[in-house]
């Protein structure tokens, strides 16, 4: 059975950074294109960044430049490193297949506040 623990987040002030981690078991995550998601309260989960099986990225409009995807494989894990972060970043973030193929985990809560 597949399981996705996302890690890492926490609260931060405006401007601040955090990585996050998503860990993968059941499964190895070198075999699909990978995504973070994030949903805020009261809307719907909107994908965030994604990274493709050779490393190719996208990331969302309102991130880029200030977020970064990346996978280690041999361990078979998800980061997001998220820089200059806004209230607006706030969300529970989740990771999954770039077509949501697994069980969404737990989330990680994201809080960007003064």
């Known amino acids: 059975q597949v399981q996705l623990v996302e890690s890492g987040g926490g609260l931060v002030q405006p401007g601040g950074s955090l990585r996050l981690s998503c860990a993968a078991s059941?499964?190895?995550?070198?075999?699909?294109?990978m995504a973070w998601y994030r949903q805020a309260p009261g809307k719907q989960r909107e994908p965030v960044a994604s990274i493709n099986t050779i490393g190719g990225t996208y990331f969302a409009g309102s991130v880029k430049g200030r977020f970064t995807i990346s996978r280690d494989n041999a361990k078979n894990t998800l980061y997001l490193q998220m820089n200059s972060l806004k209230p607006e970043d706030t969300a529970v973030y989740y990771c999954n297949t770039i077509s949501a193929s697994f069980y969404w985990g737990q989330g990680t809560q994201v809080t960007v506040s003064s």
């Open positions: 059941g499964t190895l995550i070198s075999a699909y294109g």
